[in-house]
Each structure stands twice: as structure tokens, then as C-alpha cells.
T-cell receptor
Framework: EPEVTQTPSHQVTQMGQEVILRCVPI?????FYWYRQILGQKVEFLVS????????KSEIFDDQFSVERPDGSNFTLKIRSTKLEDSAMYFC?????????????FGDGTRLSIL | AQKITQTQPGMFVQEKEAVTLDCTYD???????LFWYKQPSSGEMIFLIY??????QNATEGRYSLNFQKARKSANLVISASQLGDSAMYFC??????????FGTGTRLKVLA
């Protein structure tokens, strides 16, 4: 069964450094999402992406964050200058189409640790 | 604004028994979807079951069923014949169309041998 792939599984970065989290969504999916989960807390929406542009973003997704789909397969989340509070599990998800009954398929996540 | 509430931070169930995990939601939309995901200790998010707001029948998927009460705005997950491998965090989520998921705070289920 096709799956969403995220790399790396764990990233350790110094505060202030840039980090790029990578995702390969399921190949025929059209809608892409990033979520984060701070340890022990609920999963929070960051951004959704469709037709090569951001369709919605949360308050968390400030100017330090950006997303792109450079080559039609990878979907990346960049954090320009990381802060301690960016430490979390980051999930990429993708969905085939618009109907509500289509579930989002999640990757296994990237655990980001900021030192 | 949409909101999901899961009031049970933790639940215990004896192996082979059934358990109900509660989820209530708030939305002004007429068309929406409700989803349940399982998150084992390894961290991945596994889709379990879906219920659409216009679905007249409660959704079922193997040992999982959804007790959907639209007037009460509740979408409780029922796991029948619990297994040790069901021990995990369970999240209820809501979405409207292609939009983001709104997640609840989750319920940690522990199945006892």
C-alpha cells in the first residue's frame, strides 16, 4: 500500500539554525499538510498546500516557516531560525481529493529536537 | 469555530472487552467529516474510521465502530474485543472538505491482560 514517507526520522539542531523537513506524499495525492505535535500534547495544524500554493495556514505558521514542492514529489517544511519551542514531532499528510470522506494519510513523523 | 473535545485523558479496559472512547464536536457547518486515528507509542498516526455528517448509518470497520449521534454532536469510537495491541493514544478529528483536521486532545487507552 502506498505511504507517505518522511525524512529524517529524528533531527537535532542548534537553536537559530535552519532546518528542512522532507516528505514524499502518496503519488496521486493532490492535497498536502503539515502538522506538529509537542510532546504529550495534541496534534496541531500548521499549513495546507494545494495546486502549488498555500491554501491555509495557522497562527503557528509565521514568517519563520515556509513550504514548497520543488519537483512534484517532495514536499518540504523549512524553519529558518529555529527556537527551543519548535521542538516537536512534525507530521506530513496527504489526501487524494476534495470529498470529506477521504482521510488524510500521515507519515511516521520527524522528531525535531532544538538544543 | 470548529472544536473537538475528548474528555477522557486515560482509559483502561480488560482484554477481550469492549471500550467506548468519547468525542464531542462543535461546528456550524452542515457538511463535515469525523475521523479517528490511533497513535501507538512508536508515534505514527493510523487512520481507523470515518463518519460523514450526512451518513445515516454508523460507520463500522472491523472491530471499530462509530456511535454517531448528530443531534448530540458526538462521535464515540467503540472498540470491540480489545487486544493488547490496541493500547495507544486515540485522536478524534474533524474536517470540512479539503480543509485541515482539528484534533482533540486524545485518549490514552491501556488494555490489561
Amino acid at each position: 500500500e502506498p505511504e507517505v514517507t518522511q525524512t529524517p526520522s529524528h533531527q537535532v539542531t542548534q537553536m537559530g539554525q535552519e532546518v528542512i523537513l522532507r516528505c514524499v506524499p502518496i503519488s496521486n495525492h493532490l492535497y498536502f499538510y503539515w502538522y506538529r505535535q509537542i510532546l504529550g500534547q495534541k496534534v496541531e495544524f500548521l499549513v495546507s498546500f494545494y495546486n502549488n500554493e498555500i491554501s491555509e495556514k495557522s497562527e503557528i505558521f509565521d514568517d519563520q516557516f515556509s513550504v514548497e514542492r520543488p519537483d512534484g514529489s517532495n514536499f518540504t517544511l523549512k524553519i529558518r531560525s529555529t527556537k527551543l519551542e519548535d521542538s516537536a514531532m512534525y507530521f506530513c499528510a496527504s489526501k487524494w481529493g476534495g470529498p470529506s470522506n477521504q482521510p488524510q494519510h500521515f507519515g511516521d513523523g520527524t522528531r525535531l529536537s532544538i538544543l | 469555530a470548529q472544536k473537538i473535545t475528548q474528555t477522557q485523558p486515560g482509559m483502561f479496559v480488560q482484554e477481550k472487552e469492549a471500550v467506548t472512547l468519547d468525542c464531542t464536536y462543535d461546528t456550524s457547518d452542515q457538511s463535515y467529516g469525523l475521523f479517528w486515528y490511533k497513535q501507538p507509542s512508536s508515534g505514527e498516526m493510523i487512520f481507523l474510521i470515518y463518519q460523514g455528517s450526512y451518513d445515516e448509518q454508523n460507520a463500522t470497520e472491523g472491530r471499530y465502530s462509530l456511535n454517531f449521534q448528530k443531534a448530540r454532536k458526538s462521535a464515540n469510537l467503540v472498540i470491540s474485543a480489545s487486544q493488547l495491541g490496541d493500547s495507544a493514544m486515540y485522536f478524534c478529528a474533524m474536517t470540512h472538505g479539503t480543509y485541515k483536521y482539528i484534533f482533540g486532545t486524545g485518549t490514552r487507552l491501556k488494555v490489561l491482560a
